[in-house]
């Protein structure tokens, strides 16, 4: 496997659910992050991990709790969402976190919550 | 604070025909990177082309190349010979490398591109 692997591709859950993104990359890179697009609205970043350290925090509420257990694999854990919750979560990697390194993006899981 | 600033909601270009996708950037950090992702409908985004600040050389990647107007603050992607999966939306984005904005990326609201047979 090659890039980087997000599941599941869709996911429908009610507002009492629990449930957990993953991501995974196979490209060796030291950088990961989650980024959430919702319809109308610009890409959003939400964490972003450096050598499996959380570096950033963009106020993301507490409902959205992610982990990243290595470098390779990234996960968002997901409890008692509210329905503008829906949107498309996007995982990324890069190589470093400098400025000439690009973002390599998995498919992305769509979200519904009803 | 860096911003990427897209003007062209939709744009749409004759196959095999040349379109540019507009973008401007604000930042004040001096070392920064530009970048163009494109996301078809499948939702994947793709990454481009790059192009740091200190380049003096616009950059190309097959049929795409990044005009590079420093002065001006512009980042404009050009796609020659359009092709009909070329129809997706294009992405502008910069990463600051100082600052408290180092390494993060900033989009644009995207420019949705149809290529018309």
């Known amino acids: 496997e090659t890039g980087v692997t997000q599941t599941p591709r869709h996911l429908v859950m009610g507002m009492t659910n629990k449930k957990s993104l993953k991501c995974e990359q196979h490209l060796g890179h030291n950088a990961m992050y989650w980024y959430k697009q919702s319809a109308k609205k610009p890409l959003e970043l939400m964490f972003v991990?450096?050598?499996?350290?959380?570096?950033e925090n963009n106020s993301v509420p507490s409902r959205f709790s992610p982990e990243c257990p290595n470098s390779s694999h990234l996960f968002l854990h997901l409890h008692t969402l509210q329905p503008e919750d829906s949107a498309l979560y996007l995982c990324?990697?890069?190589?470093?976190?400098?400025?000439?390194?690009?973002?390599?993006f998995g498919n992305g899981t769509r979200l519904t919550v009803t | 604070a860096q911003k990427i600033t897209q003007t062209q909601p939709g744009m749409f270009v004759q196959e095999k025909e040349a379109v540019t996708l507009d973008c401007t950037y604000d930042t004040s950090d001096q070392s920064y990177g530009l970048f163009w992702y494109k996301q078809p409908s499948s939702g994947e985004m793709i990454f481009l082309i790059y192009?740091?600040?200190?380049?003096?050389q616009n950059a190309t990647e097959g049929r795409y190349s990044l005009n590079f107007q420093k002065a001006r603050k512009s980042a404009n992607l050009v796609i020659s010979a359009s092709q009909l999966g070329d129809s997706a939306m294009y992405f502008c984005a910069m990463r600051e490398g100082q600052g408290t904005n180092a390494g993060k990326s900033t989009f644009g609201d995207g420019t949705t591109l149809t290529v018309k047979p």
């Open positions: 991990y450096n050598f499996k350290e959380q570096t």
């Open positions: 192009q740091g600040s200190y380049d003096e």
């Open positions: 990324a990697s890069s190589s470093t976190g400098a400025e000439n390194s690009p973002l390599h």
